[in-house]
T-cell receptor
Framework: GDSVTQMEGPVTLSEEAFLTINCTYT??????LFWYVQYPGEGLQLLLK?????DKGSNKGFEATYRKETTSFHLEKGSVQVSDSAVYFC??????????FGKGTMLLVSP | EAQVTQNPRYLITVTGKKLTVTCSQN?????MSWYRQDPGLGLRQIYY???????DKGDVPEGYKVSRKEKRNFPLILESPSPNQTSLYFC???????????FGPGTRLTVL
């Protein structure tokens, strides 16, 4: 079955540091890939997505590239802010019935 | 404003007392889904619906029921809640099964 593995947290960074959160997946066919973000006390919001190999999703300074050869979709940001502190979820959709989520990675950014 | 709403946002109840968590979307989405979020386990799908009167089990359906009588509503029913159903619940909807899912704000349920 489909699965998503993402790095465990928390990831602790200082403001303006470079962020990478690793995500790898196993899936049948050609899934769409997503990053969702959950701010404290809120629901999940779509951060970015990519629907085919070599696509790059980007939003709010975050980027991720769909790498089929390494089955990866790593999230990056060049300079994090305190307001980026949240839990980040990598997910995939094979188009059958469900989103499959990773377990989430908490990001803590200090001033 | 396009949104998914859930009610209640917080609920404390006792074992065995039937409860319903409502979910409504105003985007005319066909696909709706319920997830539960638990520490260290991420989000797991409970049930989903492809359209009115079409529902199916997700990964963790035991102890839950759903119905889809109208396109906009997808209530989650716990007929006899137990403490292991204490969790944070999210409803989501999308235009199609492949589409981007939009999440509600969550319902935090505690079963004593």
């Amino acid at each position: 079955g489909d699965s998503v593995t993402q790095m465990e947290g928390p990831v602790t960074l200082s403001e303006e540091a470079f962020l990478t959160i690793n995500c790898t997946y196993t899936a049948t066919g050609y899934p769409s890939l997503f990053w969702y973000v959950q701010y404290p006390g809120e629901g999940l919001q779509l951060l970015l997505k990519a629907t085919k190999a070599d696509d790059k999703g980007s939003n709010k300074g975050f980027e991720a590239t769909y790498r089929k050869e390494t089955t990866s979709f790593h999230l990056e940001k060049g300079s994090v802010q305190v307001s980026d502190s949240a839990v980040y979820f990598c997910a995939l959709n094979s188009g059958y019935s469900t989103l499959t989520f990773g377990k989430g990675t908490m990001l803590l950014v200090s001033p | 404003e396009a949104q998914v709403t859930q009610n209640p946002r917080y609920l404390i109840t006792v074992t065995g007392k039937k409860l319903t968590v409502t979910c409504s979307q105003n985007m005319n989405h066909e696909y709706m889904s319920w997830y539960r979020q638990d520490p260290g386990l991420g989000l797991r799908q409970i049930y989903y619906s492809m359209n009115v009167e079409v529902t199916d089990k997700g990964d963790v359906p035991e102890g839950y029921k759903v119905s889809r009588k109208e396109k906009r509503n997808f209530p989650l029913i716990l007929e006899s809640p137990s403490p292991n159903q204490t969790s944070l619940y999210f409803c989501a909807s999308s235009l199609s099964v492949e589409g981007t899912q939009y999440f509600g704000p969550g319902t935090r349920l505690t079963v004593l």
